[in-house]
């Protein structure tokens, strides 16, 4: 499948919706300079193309009560299909895992964990983590302060 073409208005609207994916189409459309009714459709092509896959609100974890960022590489004792598979289902039913990725590497997965606090990690890490057959070893990295943060994709 070939990737869908994007001009520069197209990116133009996606820069904008990145930023505020709320504002109202004829704000994004005076942005852009067009009018309502194109830029709608272009909207609308955007995520039937899957560019736009869901529009979410971001949350301060701070204010909700997630004060602990961890990141942690975990390693299984045997890379095989069946393997990745088990360890994925279950990084996808734990809603404290914000991301998981399967890695090349030292590393067989990278995850970001959030948490309220030192107490609630070392109870995913030793009833979840360890629990999981196959994993042989986690390393923990503890984030202390949060330089950038941003979920717009640069486009050319």
Known sequence: MS???LDDTDRH??????TDARMPNTELADEIGLTPAPTLRRVRRLEEEGI????VALLDPKQVGRDLMVFVRVTLDKQTKQGFETF???????PEVLECYLCLGD???QLKVCVADLDAYQRFLV?????????RNTASTIAVKQEKYTT?????
């Open 3 to 5: 990737k869908p073409e």
């Open 52 to 55: 736009i896959s869901r529009y």
């Open 107 to 109: 590393t067989d997965y």
């Open 13 to 18: 609207i996606l820069r904008v919706l990145q």
């Open 127 to 135: 009833d979840v983590l360890a629990a999981i057959p196959g994993v």
């Open 88 to 94: 994925a289902e279950q990084m996808r039913g734990r």
């Open 152 to 156: 717009s994709l640069a486009l050319e």
